[in-house]
C-alpha cells in the first residue's frame, strides 16, 4: 500500500514536471492553478512539494528572451497592476466624498425632522416675519409724525378760525 501511495505520487509529479516545461515551451498559463490544472493534481500537492514550488517559481519568472514566449510580458502586467492601483485610490477618493456628502444631507435631514432646528421654510418665514415687523416700525413713526403734523395744522386752523371769528 505505501509502494502503490509512493508510484501515484511520482507519477503525479512526473505530471507537474512535464506541464511545468510544456508550459514553459508554449508560453502558457505559469501559475499554481494553472500547472495543477493541467498536471491533473491537486493544488495543495505542489504546495506541500517546495522543489516543485520553486520550480514553478523559477519558470514564471523566466525572461521571455531565453526560451520562454510569453503572450502578456511581466512589464505590462506591472504596469496595469499601477493604472488599476491608482484606479483604487480614485474609486476610493469619491466614495469618500460621496460618503460625506450622504451623511451631510442624513444629518440635515434629521436635524429638520427631530424639531431641534427651525424646518427650512420656517425659517425663512421667521425672516420674512422680521422684515415685514421693521417695516411696519418705520410705517409707524411717518404715521405718528404725520399725525403730529394733521395736530399741529389744525391747531393752526383753529386760531385761525378763532381770530376770524372774534375780530371786533
Known sequence: MIEGKRAASARRRERVLKAIDTAAKNGGDITVAGLARA????????????DLLERVHAAANTPVGEGRTAAVSRTSL????T???????RLAARVRQLESRLSSQLGDAIWAESGLG???DIDQLQRRIALLEQEVAAKQGELEERTEELEAARAANRELTRALNHRP
Open 39 to 50: 498536471a491533473r493534481v491537486d493544488r495543495t500537492f505542489i504546495y506541500r512539494h517546495r
Open 78 to 81: 506591472q504596469t496595469d497592476l
Open 83 to 89: 493604472n488599476a492601483l491608482e484606479r483604487n485610490k
Open 118 to 120: 427651525a424646518p427650512v
